[in-house]
């Protein structure tokens, strides 16, 4: 999905400033990739399933940023 291949470049290209940063600076970074997601008409989306049925429903931007903090982390593979 084009809005995933986007979030992968952007985690890729900030990772290593990241990982250098201080801590006050890490919830910077993160939450400036949700800033950008969010200003480009993205969402961050989980299944959720509504009287058996399934949906898809935004997480919000506090669950947006500390997803991205860990994709910063960890690597990319962290919403599975």
Do not use: C, M
Request: no cysteine; net charge positive; aromatic share 8%.
């Amino acid at each position: 999905h084009t809005g995933n291949r986007i979030f992968r470049e952007l985690v890729s290209a900030r990772q290593p400033a990241y990982l250098a940063a201080r801590k006050r600076d890490k919830k910077l970074i993160a939450q400036s990739i949700v800033d950008i997601i969010r200003e480009r008409g993205g969402r961050f989306l989980k299944r959720d399933y509504v009287d058996g049925l399934e949906d898809w429903v935004d997480i919000g931007d506090k669950k947006a940023s500390q997803k991205t903090a860990q994709a910063l982390r960890e690597g990319l593979d962290v919403w599975g």
